[in-house]
């Protein structure tokens, strides 16, 4: 998986001396996300200012009456929330992995095997899209795997990884005129009711030149467009008149997965189901696993003089529930 999970992993590992191959099916991808970011992941993460669409210091929580609290007040005067575009994002973290020695592959993951038995590599079969649409069907020997692929992951699939409890989060990209498009210049509203959804929250957050407008739900996906409708409409005027210039849907993960580890292989991000319950957000959740799980396999192969196994990588697990 090529998103921030994928992407951050394999940055760690190339520039440590592992040979490294990331697999992403969409190197264009606009996944379905508010796409907000802790200020502690851009110094953490080192990124540009330039991949940030918009700096969030004013946070609205809307009530179902539509009585308006401001709950940014806690952000210091120089602290922000990062709005990105996935797209943006995600690309400039795959680019950065391959300045660093990753071998970038744009292929579908299909599923592993292991001819040899546990202690031999694992076969990876996959459909590689380099030369057309068409993915023609390769396979590929690694010593160990990263799922990174994602809430719908096929690497937690093959593992037996058990599944979790998820949302739906559904989200249109609105252009709106010069106006309304000011009043969100760097602010970002978050409106609670059963109307936006029964156990979630509708939000309008900021991008480059327009804005995500959405909702999610666990406890009632069939409704979800109703959901979206009444976002919608609780937005008003502040929205009226824009063109919906797309619609995104994916599931959101509400709990870790019951297995993360098994053998040599280990999942992060959504795949492993690391997302803030309450709020949704996995971005930075994501890149700091995939970065902790590429760690320790740096550590455990002991600068390539050793083979890692899965005691090894549940050095990453340890620390990571420990946080």
């Known amino acids: ?42 110094d953490e993460f ?5 991949i940030i669409d918009r700096k969030v210091n004013k946070m609205k929580m ?20 990062g709005m990105t575009r996935r797209e943006v ?24 095997e292991q001819k040899e038995g546990k202690d031999g590599p694992y076969t990876l079969h996959f459909n590689n899209y380099a030369n057309g649409p068409k993915g ?3 396979t590929m020997e690694v010593d160990c795997i990263i799922g990174a692929d994602g809430a719908n992951s096929r690497v937690a699939k093959n593992i037996d990884a058990g599944d979790y409890d998820y949302a739906i989060a559904f989200q249109e990209r609105i ?44 406890v009632n996906k069939t409704a979800i467009k109703e959901y979206q409708k009444a976002i ?11 063109k919906i210039i797309r619609v995104e849907a994916h599931p959101i993960p509400e709990h870790p997965r019951p297995k993360r580890c098994e053998g040599r292989v280990a999942l ?15 971005i930075y959740f994501a890149a700091k696993s995939g970065r902790m799980a590429a760690e320790a396999i740096v550590e455990g192969t002991a600068k390539g003089s050793r083979m890692v196994g899965e005691k090894d990588l549940r050095t990453y697990l340890s620390k990571w529930d420990r946080k």
């Open 89 to 112: 994002l995600d690309d400039y973290l795959r680019v950065r992995a391959e300045k660093k020695g990753t071998k970038v592959i744009n292929g579908l993951y299909m599923k592993m």
């Open 1 to 42: 998986g090529g998103g921030p999970a994928g992407a951050c992993a394999a940055e760690t590992l190339a520039e440590n001396g592992v040979e490294t191959f990331l697999f992403e099916r969409k190197m264009d991808n606009c996944k379905p996300c508010g796409g907000a970011i802790p200020l502690c992941m851009v």
């Open 268 to 282: 992060v991000g959504d795949a492993a189901g690391y997302v803030t319950k309450c709020s949704g957000e996995g």
């Open 46 to 50: 080192d990124l540009p200012a330039e």
């Open 136 to 138: 023609e069907p390769e």
């Open 175 to 218: 252009r709106i005129n010069d106006e309304q498009m000011a009043y969100y210049e760097n602010l970002a509203e978050m409106y609670v009711g059963d109307d936006v959804s029964p156990d979630f929250y509708g939000w309008v957050f900021p991008k480059y030149d327009h804005v995500g407008v959405g909702t999610g739900t666990v």
């Open 232 to 242: 919608r409409d609780r937005a008003g005027p502040k929205i009226e008149g824009g």
């Open 62 to 81: 809307i009530s179902p009456s539509n009585r308006e609290v401001d709950v940014g007040r806690t952000l210091k005067p120089h602290e922000y929330i």
